[in-house]
């Protein structure tokens, strides 16, 4: 029977370089994933934005005043096209009308997949467009509504598009 071989500083050292080379491989594929899975920037110009924060702040506290509300419908409308629907109502409930109304969707996770829908009015309050996406999952929808009389309004949606 062979006796136990003895611990010697050979081991201990060929020992401790394989643990901390089996950490650093492991920390070296994560910090490649997350760099390769990562699209970049979520807005452009970013940095201004930032510098007109207080303007971005007064146009909120306008929007809150005008105490709008929005919802946003996908329906499949056949062939892989969606009708995409945007209600516009007041804090009354009542349907706001002569607006001109924009759609951006976007995926959060995906860059290259923005798209921008001018809506139609359909109906009091109801303003329509026809648009194929080209994936199922989680969007943006950011609602924009302009009035003649400088009245803005935006909203960001979240949507699921099922497959």
């Known amino acids: 029977m062979n006796a136990p071989r003895p611990i010697t500083g050979r081991t201990v050292l060929i020992g401790f370089i394989a643990f901390f080379g089996v950490i650093f491989a492991v920390n070296g594929v994560f910090v490649y994933f997350a760099l390769d899975s990562w699209p970049g920037l979520r807005f452009e110009k970013a940095y ?23 919802a946003v419908n996908i329906e499949p409308n056949g062939s892989g096209n969606h009708l995409v629907s945007v209600h516009l ?55 924009s509504a302009q009035g003649n009389d400088g009245e803005t309004y935006k909203m960001i949606h979240d949507i699921i598009i099922e497959p």
């Open 89 to 143: 109502t007041e804090a009354a409930g009542n349907p706001i009308t002569g607006k001109r109304v924009l759609i951006n969707l976007s995926r959060p996770t995906h860059a290259g997949s923005d798209t921008a829908l001018e809506m139609k009015a359909s109906a009091p309050g109801r303003y329509e467009a026809i648009h194929r996406f080209s994936a199922a999952g989680r969007w943006h929808a950011a609602v």
């Open 48 to 70: 201004e934005r930032g510098l007109n924060y207080n303007r971005v702040l007064s146009d909120a506290d306008k929007q809150a005043e005008l105490k709008w509300k929005s």
